[in-house]
Structures are given as structure tokens and as C-alpha cells.
């Protein structure tokens, strides 16, 4: 018990930076933990946030559902860039190049700005635009357009944010990017009640007031984050000069961020597909559906916290020429990943009802909330293994190969089944989650298939 208490609070220390030699099982810890812990926070602030938010209406939590379907487009440029940059500051750490991984960490950052902007300003001009296309009511407009402005307007801090980890993570820094994330969220959680309620001297702002301490959280988290990278913490040290443009840098970042964004994009994408056709039942199913994903969202963060840890694995030992370790590293950490779904997964299938009580008690919305988390959770498995093959393959930059299985299971499966099982055969918001289901374990197999193929271990960066 010792060894372990000892082996835990060396993780969230961030006391051993080597995890090309050794145990694979102890590297995977020291990277796991932190990585965990920093995604277990932002799990607990997107159900926390969904917790004050259903305090306002039953609208002002369809509002932050339709607007996080369309702000996970965000999400997915923010994890494709930083995606990028771990994958290529693993593989200069490995190679033992930390000049070379600081360079390529400060011409990501630049990239990343440039998109945040762009996005921002488009956000904050067409912000009904988008809502009314999601399908949200005039009510529902006029009421949450405020929080749709500033969440697509302050949008460059959570790209940042995403790509500021990543560096951390590439570099086998974890737990920095734990402590960043929780100085951002622990903020946010802080702040959420007081600008939504209006307590003390915060001007009472409804569902606006999320976005704006959510913006002003992860802007704190940021300048954290600035703070470690030009000071002497962290491995990847950033100076003025490595902002200098560098185009071969630079198109190999945009390269490894473009498919890698697409990846998520296209499966974003399809979430808020699936949400427009959720619409169609009105905003009890929205709502429903929000806080059962919210709750999925709960554990599934964390569990990319192993995934994650997995790909730094897979970068830093191919960067090391050892191949073999780093698919070692794989299979160890999907067999990880299951354990823990699993034993989510029951936990939710059998309390679903009394979890989702804590959150509403309207029963269309209960219902709706219930069978989203029943029928998602039956999947838990198969995500545990599709979550850590993908981020491998993202790892050793290859972020081609699931970007390819995204279109074909999530564009050319799970949105026509989703629509046919819905609304064709009837079956409402239970054909939608079915869907998602159905295509995850088609994605498990065909990314088996490749792994074991291993053409991702001769990737070059």
C-alpha cells in the first residue's frame, strides 16, 4: 500500500519525466493519474454547470445543449492542434531535442490564435443564426443568445487551453496540465452560481452568466499555462525567438492539427446531427439528453485522461526507436480503460433514475435522461478500446487513419441509422443513442484491424 500511496503522489508531483525505459505499467501511472485527474475536473465542471444551469428553465438548458453541440466544432480544432502538438513534441522529447519541441510548441501557438480569432468573430456576429438552425425556438433564442455570443466569442482560450495541454502532455509534463485545468475549472465552478444567480455583488446574468465565468476561468487558465511554458517548470522552456515563423514547422503542425480537427470534427459533426434530430421532439428530449450526456461526459473525460496518457507513450517511444514498447503501452492501457467503464457502467444502468433526480425531476425530462444514460453506458466497453487505439494512432501522428473511420462510422453510420431507428421506425431519442452504439463497436473493429497492421509505427514526423 505503501509503494503504491508513494507511486500516486510521484504522478501528481510530476516528479519522473523518463517513460521510454522501464516498467510500461508504472510509466503508464505516472502519466495516467494526473492526466485523469486533470480530465476528472473538467467532467465535474460540465455536470456542475448543467447543475445551476437547469435552476433557470428547462430552455436555458436546451440552450446550453444546442450550443455545446455546435462548440464541440470548437473543441475539435482545439484537441486537432493539440493533438499535433503532442504528437510531434513526444517524438523531439524521445529523440531527446527539447529546443526543437519548444519551437514547434510556440509555432502551434500562433497557429492557434489565427483560428480562435477568425472563429470568434464569425460566433459572435451569426450567434441566432446558429441557434435558430439547431432548432431552437425564438424563446429559446431570445433567451440564450447571450450565452452562445460569448462561448463562440471567448472561444480562443478554450482552444488554447486544449493546445497549451497538449504541449504539456507531449513533453510527459501531466501533471502541469492537471494543475492547469483545475486552476481554470475550479474557477469556473466557483464563479457559475455567482453570475447565474446574481450572489453578493455579481449581477444576476441567468444562463449568459455560465459563459461568462466559464470564459473567465479557462482565460486564467491560459495565462497559468503562458506562465509554466516561459518559465522554468516546465520541460518545453518557450522563448521570443521560437516565435519566429517557421514554414516547414508550421505546415507539418497544420498537416497532423487539419486531419487530426477533422477527426473530431466529423465526429462533432455528427453530434449535432444527432442533437437536430433530437429537436424534432422538443425541448424536454433536449434537455434530457443533455443532462445523460453530461453525465456520459462525467466519466468518459477521465477515461481519455488514460487514452491520452497512452499516445504521449506511443510518441515518446517511437521517438526512442522502440516500436514494440510503445504498442505494449496500448493494449495495457486499453485493458485499463475497460476496467474503468465497466465498473462505471453498472454503477449508472443501475442508479440511473435516482442520479438524474438530482438534476431534474420533470419526468419527460427524467425519461429522456434516463434512456440516454442506460443505452449509452451498454456501449462503455467498446468506447474503453476504440478511445485508446484511436489515440495511439493520433500519437504516432497518424491522425489520418481515424479521421477515416470517423466519416465512415459516424457520417455514413451512426447519422442515417440514428435518423432511420428515431424517426423512421419511431423509436424517438432511443434510436439516437442506439445508433452511437451500433457505430462505436463497428469503429472498435475496423481500428483493431489497423493497429494491428502496424503501419503507424513507421510514421514519420
Not at 450550443?67 to 484537441?79: F, N
Not at 480562435?116 to 443564426?129: D, E, K, S
Not at 425556438?137 to 455570443?149: A, C, D, F, S
Amino acid at each position: 500500500m505503501q509503494e503504491i500511496l508513494h507511486l500516486l503522489k510521484a504522478a501528481i508531483r510530476g516528479e519522473e519525466k523518463e517513460f521510454t525505459k522501464g516498467s510500461i505499467n508504472r510509466a503508464l501511472i505516472l502519466l495516467a493519474v494526473p492526466m485523469i485527474l486533470e480530465m476528472l475536473m473538467e467532467s465535474l465542471f460540465a455536470v456542475v454547470d448543467v447543475f445551476f444551469v437547469s435552476r433557470v428553465g428547462i430552455n436555458a438548458v436546451a440552450t446550453v445543449g444546442l450550443t455545446e453541440s455546435v462548440i464541440t466544432l470548437v473543441y475539435s480544432l482545439g484537441i486537432g492542434l493539440s493533438m499535433a502538438a503532442t504528437a510531434m513534441i513526444a517524438r523531439r522529447i524521445g529523440e531527446n531535442n527539447p529546443e526543437a519541441a519548444a519551437k514547434a510548441g510556440a509555432q502551434a501557438i500562433m497557429l492557434s490564435l489565427a483560428v480562435g480569432v477568425i472563429i470568434g468573430i464569425v460566433g459572435v456576429i451569426y450567434a441566432p443564426n446558429i441557434l435558430r438552425l439547431m432548432g431552437g425556438t425564438p424563446e429559446l433564442i431570445q433567451e440564450g443568445v447571450g450565452y452562445t455570443r460569448i462561448m463562440l466569442g471567448g472561444n480562443v482560450v478554450i482552444i488554447l487551453l486544449f493546445l497549451l495541454n497538449g504541449v504539456f502532455r507531449g513533453a510527459g509534463d501531466a501533471s502541469l496540465a492537471m494543475r492547469s485545468l483545475w486552476v481554470a475549472n475550479g474557477i469556473n465552478i466557483i464563479l457559475d452560481p455567482l453570475f447565474i444567480f446574481g450572489i453578493g455583488p455579481f449581477p444576476e446574468l441567468g444562463v449568459q452568466g455560465a459563459a461568462v465565468a466559464t470564459t473567465i476561468g479557462r482565460s486564467i487558465g491560459v495565462g497559468y499555462q503562458l506562465y509554466i511554458l516561459f518559465g522554468k517548470a516546465s520541460i518545453v522552456k518557450l522563448k521570443s525567438e521560437h516565435f519566429n515563423f517557421d514554414w516547414k514547422i508550421m505546415t507539418r503542425l497544420a498537416d497532423i492539427a487539419a486531419t487530426g480537427a477533422g477527426q473530431f470534427l466529423i465526429a462533432s459533426a455528427s453530434w449535432i446531427f444527432l442533437m437536430r434530430i433530437i429537436a424534432i421532439f422538443g425541448s424536454n428530449a433536449v434537455a434530457g439528453y443533455t443532462i445523460g450526456i453530461r453525465l456520459i461526459v462525467f466519466t468518459i473525460l477521465p477515461s481519455m485522461g488514460i487514452a491520452n496518457a497512452a499516445a504521449t507513450l506511443v510518441g515518446q517511444n517511437l521517438g526512442a526507436q522502440q516500436p514494440e514498447r510503445a504498442e505494449k503501452s496500448v493494449w495495457n492501457a486499453a485493458l485499463a480503460n475497460m476496467i474503468f467503464l465497466l465498473s462505471v457502467s453498472v454503477i449508472y444502468i443501475l442508479f440511473a433514475k435516482p442520479i438524474i433526480w438530482m438534476f431534474s425531476t420533470e419526468p419527460e425530462v427524467v425519461r429522456a435522461a434516463v434512456s440516454t444514460l442506460q443505452i449509452i453506458c451498454a456501449g462503455y466497453i467498446v468506447y474503453a478500446y476504440a478511445m485508446v487505439l484511436g489515440a495511439a494512432f493520433n500519437g504516432a501522428g497518424d491522425t489520418r487513419t481515424p479521421t477515416i473511420i470517423n466519416f465512415i462510422c459516424f457520417w455514413l453510420i451512426e447519422i442515417p441509422l440514428g435518423y432511420f431507428l428515431a424517426v423512421t421506425m419511431d423509436f424517438r431519442l432511443p434510436g439516437v443513442c442506439w445508433s452511437v452504439v451500433i457505430s462505436e463497436t463497428i469503429m472498435l473493429l475496423m481500428l483493431i484491424y489497423l493497429f494491428k497492421k502496424g503501419k503507424w509505427k513507421k510514421v514519420e514526423i
